[in-house]
């Protein structure tokens, strides 16, 4: 919380009950300066008790708070660690994403995944901030909300939380929102540290991986955005090599600590992520939400002498740097009203991004249609009348309202001109609304049910079942098949023969997470359109697509098989998993398959022509630039997406993202676009050192993935 805004006030829940006649204001430090924090900091460590400390180390009230607010999800803030009563010192309040605030009434953004098609770091800073303001608005100071895992496979049932198969997106992305939230004093925290892709045995799969691929592929953005000063990280679940993530020494000490020289605090995913009491030492500072092992177990630990008191006031130290980090900033806004939370500038930009992150992957021509020659439309499908913004887990986002597919487009086009039909009521009312419109929209794709974080039945949280409430369904989790859902596969065959019966466009759009393999239908279509869960609205920013008033501009930041088998194996209950180098593009180029839709493939109402690529090495940054032109008659965006192919030497990933910038261009207009990455992004790991292949490396401008005549240009490293 910064400067001048004072601290959230006692919640339900806060409280250990030590108001000590000694009681002193170390609520701040005087001064701000990283110096003066640290001697704040060092001041507090002098003031608190070995149970005060200790206190600090985990959540807490978090199993009463849930079962008194009805287990309704971000019902208030989840007090994550810190805070010492007596000394005043403040305490971390959670709240989570990261499709918006997992609190109150949020604006609900589009999903991860959708913003990483955005290929928009800009687009993400703003989507940041804007989550900064209404986490703050909303008494929270740490924001789970950057969830960077890497998509190794598309049946991974978060899939929609994170920006894709490619740590170089994720690393943009991730630093753009968790920099932005910092921005209004909130701490983001980046997740789940490490290696975490796999939903329904998250609690347990042990993820055997190598040195290459674990610095290559599934570290470096964690690196790159904790580099960018994001604060704090979320450990997983699994295990690596064979030790739980939340008390790996590997992990936690010799990589972040060691090798990185991160500074901030590391706490654990919710409830299962802590172990044993010596998690501490291997370099886990918060349990959270409550003391289940360590409170007074690692407070007899260190009593006996197996933990250490340096490794008590190692941890404290760096919540106490963090907390008091943001205590002494100042805010960028005055003050941080209840109204900013969904005021009109939020909404707007969750419609700003469901407008950019929209991927057109095919179109004969039938879009946009003409507002004269689409009059009446059939839209067709259970979904298109669905408020659905994703799952149902720990990113649930409730917004105030969700304006769907139908609601949209009967506003746009007048009731009676929109004749709704779902795979439900059978072929011949299908074939009716057809008959009866000028074109067909059909919504298919995935729900809560099908995909998303898994959510056992039983939610009990270690808590007494009877405080629990009754059990529910499951929900969630991973896919293990890839296909849409049979009846809507029935509806789409139905509707694509009736279409082209009647000469009349059938457009389809889909609703998902990551990737839906489209081989069985996807000669029905006149068009598809992969629109994610769009958020609150989804619904306006897909009839602004359809008809023109806004043009698609989103990439696809996954690869779209032609079959299953293209993939990595993947088994939802492994209880080892083996991870190597090879996934999503990359796997799929070393093979020499052709996608159906390649990673970076997203079509446009216009056309761009690139010209003139130039590439430099500057010290450690590469620096390129390209001019970019608009061919066609509207405005639009763009994406650029800068590849490498390095010498051959190694093996390595046979092209792979450096960099990427998005550019708005109006009819006819050049500009150029200038990109640039840090060097690092072409080394490769060869036991413990980093090194450059030498020779010669082409730098390549692709349409897609596996663009055949990319424009290019040859650097000598
Ligand atoms: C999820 C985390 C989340 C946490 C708290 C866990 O189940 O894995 O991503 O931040 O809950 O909501």
Redesign the pocket.
Known sequence: MGRGRGRPDARKGEGNGMTAPEAIDLSRPGDPTPEGIDAHVTRVLAEATLAEKIGMMSGRGFFRAFAEDGRV?GARPYRAGGGIERLGVPALW?T?GPRGV?RGQSTCFPCTMARGASFDPGLERRIGEAMGIEIRAQGCNLS?AV?VNLLRHPGWG?AQ?TYGEDPVLLAEMGMALGTGIQAHNVIATV??FAANSIENS?FHVDVQIGERALHEVYLPHFREILDAGVMSV?TA?NRLNGEYCGQNPHLLTEILRGEWGFAGFVHS???MGVHEVHGAAAGLDIE??EPRVWGERLLAAVRAGHVSPFTIDTACRRILRALFTIAAAEDPLPAYPERLVACARHVALAREAAEKSAVLLENDGALPFGAGRVRRLAVLGRLAALANTGDH???DVRARHVVTALDALSARLGEKAVLHATEADGAGHVEAAIGAADAAVAVVGLTADEEG?YIPGDLSLGQDPAAAGPPRGARGGDRRDLRLPAAQVAMLRCAGAAASAAGKPLVVVIVAGSAVLVEEWREEASAILQTFYAGMEGGTALARLLFGDAVPSGRLPFTVARDPAHYPAFDPDATTACYDLWHGYPLLLRDGIQPRYAFGHGLSYTRFAYRGLKVARRDARLHASVAVCNLGEVAAGHAVLLFAEGPGGIERWPRKLIAFARVDLAPGETRIVDLEAPLQRLLHRDRGRWLLEPGRWRFLLCRDATDPAPLAAELRL
């Open positions: 999800w959670f989570d997992a789970g969830c978060r939380e997740k789940h998250r979320m679940y995913d919710w409830v959270n939400p887990g720990s990113s974080e």
